[in-house]
């Protein structure tokens, strides 16, 4: 199996940037799909971004389009999530997923297709 641990939230300012970062450890990482995913207080999940295992097929949310650039190392068995002009709309607990397509999270907001899930890491944007 895999274990997903995020890192790298905190708070920000509006305009700021902030990397989360998603560490496995696990004999399979390097041939799932990973994903972000993100809940704002009170709201439900929402995808983010997608990557496939080899890295070279990308799927953003448009409200994050342009903003946020995913990344993986499969080597460091690492996924970062890079994001710029962050909005105080931004703020939610952040969570890394591994799964079988990056199609599948994008359209199902994860409730499918994910094998397995991080605890989260927090990212709050100050107005």
């Known amino acids: 199996q895999v274990q997903l641990v995020e890192s790298g939230g905190g708070l920000v300012q509006t305009g700021g940037s902030l990397r989360l970062s998603c560490a496995a450890s696990?004999?399979?990482?390097?041939?799932?799909?990973m994903g972000w995913f993100r809940q704002a207080p009170g709201k439900e999940r929402e995808f983010v971004v997608s990557i496939n295992w080899s890295g070279n097929r990308t799927y953003y949310a448009e409200s994050v389009k342009g903003r946020f650039t995913i990344a993986r190392d499969n080597a460091k068995d690492t996924v970062h999530l890079q994001m710029n002009s962050l909005k105080p709309e931004d703020t939610a607990v952040y969570y890394c997923?591994?799964?079988?397509?990056?199609?599948?999270?994008?359209?199902?907001?994860?409730?499918?297709?994910?094998?397995?899930w991080g605890k989260g890491t927090r990212v709050t944007v100050s107005s």
């Open positions: 997923a591994a799964g079988v397509t990056p199609q599948t999270m994008l359209v199902s907001a994860g409730v499918y297709g994910i094998n397995y």
């Open positions: 696990g004999r399979t990482f390097s041939k799932n799909a």
